[in-house]
């Protein structure tokens, strides 16, 4: 290919340009290069086209002049980066949004299957139709006025209302727990209002087979309000890691922050909040509303265990859900608090087997599913704060020490929970939180105390200080949900009325309260 660079007059012109630039302007551009550089383009004297035969060809465009480059430099000044404006990671997105819906598929139908085979057959529709409508009242109770009270600003104990009839969640973010990071908050939203409805739901079961259906929705009403709400904002709440933006702001930010949170308590998905919680109502229901008809003098066995063994494998895996996703992150946390739920449940499971076998001579199906919950419970304040070893040592304590819950411990209380909501979910959350002050130090494996500033974990972990804040929490636990129970149990006995009629009892509540039965035989 032919190239027209020197050919012809034209490039003799300009090969003689050329040649006059370096002969009278080369000094000069060194010297210009060797001078401080030039800030400002008004700064830069003209160059006469006329007097110059280099400035003219640099007019021309052909030779760019030390001058013309020192002005292009300095007109070409870089703005400020700005601030990256915050986006939702998608993938953190679509994982909170699954764990939504694992949480809920735990109570519909894990939980109401789960219940419903423990109670008789003429009671399992009643089970099912409470568990059914708690969810439904509390998920309404949420966007209504729930999710502003326990997860906005307010003071130490109860949030505020700047999401007061689910206001201004669309569109918005929510925190993680890593700086920079956020999900929308309608994901946080339903993901925490999974966990108010399967806590209230998990209260019925104490009181089964007795209970108004209107004192059941009415207590669940103010213990939602004044139980369930101010322990989720005290355990939980606070402004999130952005705000811990160096060590001088960590007292406002603790200001700010649930009372239990800001003392350091560590609940990773709901030991207090969830399972002490409810299990404390139900044991002050099932006093308050008096044994079931034939209690210790007949035989009121479970009616279906193959349906109690479907419901808590749903809770088993539902539960995935449910520890794994309170990371709020699809990362590290997330999938130690998914093995840790597969292996402390594991570890329970043959722990209550063993020991039921050694002390009855044989092992149940019932003792096993119970035995697997027993570990869900234990593990769920310390899933993704502990090792793996940790979870299994949880997981074989709970089996143990929630098989006495439903033996031993049940007839020193003398009240007929009776699907022994506190036996497995009042003690093996109690076990659980106290056990993750111990299994969360660094040198058994644990997490520790994650410090927001420095993004590290704190240096200094001590077991028995921990423990003793564990224990705080748990202490505040019992007495928030004792007292309130106390008095929602009260409101509803004056009002609606708490207890069936004994004849009502006797047909059981399918036909009594529902009019209708599960099996046409």
Not at 9 to 34: E, H, P, R, Y
Not at 150 to 172: H, K, P, S, Y
Not at 459 to 471: K, L
């Amino acid at each position: 290919m032919k190239t027209r660079l020197f050919s012809g007059w034209k490039s003799l012109a300009l090969f003689t340009a050329l040649a006059l630039v370096s002969m009278t302007g080369g000094s000069s551009v060194i010297a210009q290069d060797a001078a401080p550089p030039v800030e400002t383009a008004a700064s830069v004297p003209a160059a006469d086209p006329a007097s110059d035969p280099a400035a003219e060809l640099a007019a021309a465009g052909a030779v760019p002049t030390a001058a013309a480059t020192e002005v292009a430099v300095a007109t070409v000044v870089p703005e400020p980066a700005a601030a990256p404006t915050p986006t939702a990671d998608k993938g953190d997105t679509a994982w909170i949004l699954i764990c939504s819906a694992l949480v809920i598929f735990m109570t519909l139908p894990g939980l109401a299957l789960f219940y419903g085979g423990l109670v008789r057959s003429k009671n399992v529709l009643s089970i099912l139709m409470q568990t059914l409508v708690v969810f439904a009242l509390v998920a309404v109770l949420w966007a209504l006025y729930g999710y502003s009270l326990a997860f906005t600003e307010g003071n130490a104990f109860i949030g505020g209302f700047d999401r007061l009839w689910a206001q201004g969640i669309n569109g918005t973010l929510a925190a993680t727990f890593t700086k920079g990071v956020y999900i929308p908050e309608l994901a946080f939203f339903v993901f925490q209002g999974a966990f108010a409805c399967i806590t209230c739901a998990l209260i019925i079961g104490s009181f089964a087979e007795r209970v108004k259906f209107a004192g059941v929705l009415l207590f669940t009403v103010i213990w939602f309000t004044f139980a369930y709400l101010p322990m989720a904002h005290m355990v939980w709440f606070f402004p999130g890691p952005d705000a811990f933006t160096d060590a001088a702001a960590v007292d406002g930010v603790l200001a700010k922050s649930g009372w239990l949170w800001a003392k350091g308590a560590l609940d990773f998905a709901g030991g207090t909040v969830v399972h002490i919680n409810a299990a404390v109502a139900g044991l002050v229901g099932a006093y308050m509303i008096g044994n079931r008809v034939g209690y210790r003098k007949e035989a009121l066995k479970p009616h279906n265990l193959t349906q109690t063994m479907v419901g808590a494998s749903i809770l088993w895996f539902g539960w995935f859900g449910f520890n794994a996703g309170s990371a709020l992150e699809a990362n590290g946390v997330a999938a130690l608090a998914f093995v840790n739920t597969f292996l402390a449940t594991a570890a329970a499971v043959l722990s209550w087997t063993l020991v039921e076998w050694l002390h009855k001579g044989k092992p149940s199906m019932l003792g096993g599913a119970s035995g697997a919950v027993a570990g869900l419970v234990a593990i769920t304040p310390a899933a993704g704060l502990v090792g793996i070893l940790g979870a299994l040592a949880i997981g074989a304590i709970a089996g143990v020490v929630c098989l006495w819950g439903v033996t031993g411990l049940k007839k020193l209380l003398k009240a007929d929970d009776s699907l022994d909501v506190f036996g497995v979910h009042g003690i093996g959350g109690i076990t659980g939180a106290l056990l993750t002050g111990v299994f969360a130090a660094p040198s058994l494996g644990g997490a520790g105390i994650w410090d927001y500033v420095t993004e590290t974990a704190l240096a200094d972990y001590s077991i028995a200080a921990q423990v003793w804040i564990q224990a705080q929490g748990v202490l505040t636990t019992i007495v928030v949900s004792g007292v309130v129970s106390l008095l929602a149990f009260t409101v509803v006995k004056y009002t609606v009325g708490l207890r069936v009629s004994e004849e009502a009892e006797r047909n059981g509540l399918d036909i009594s309260s529902h009019g209708e039965t599960a099996y046409e035989l």
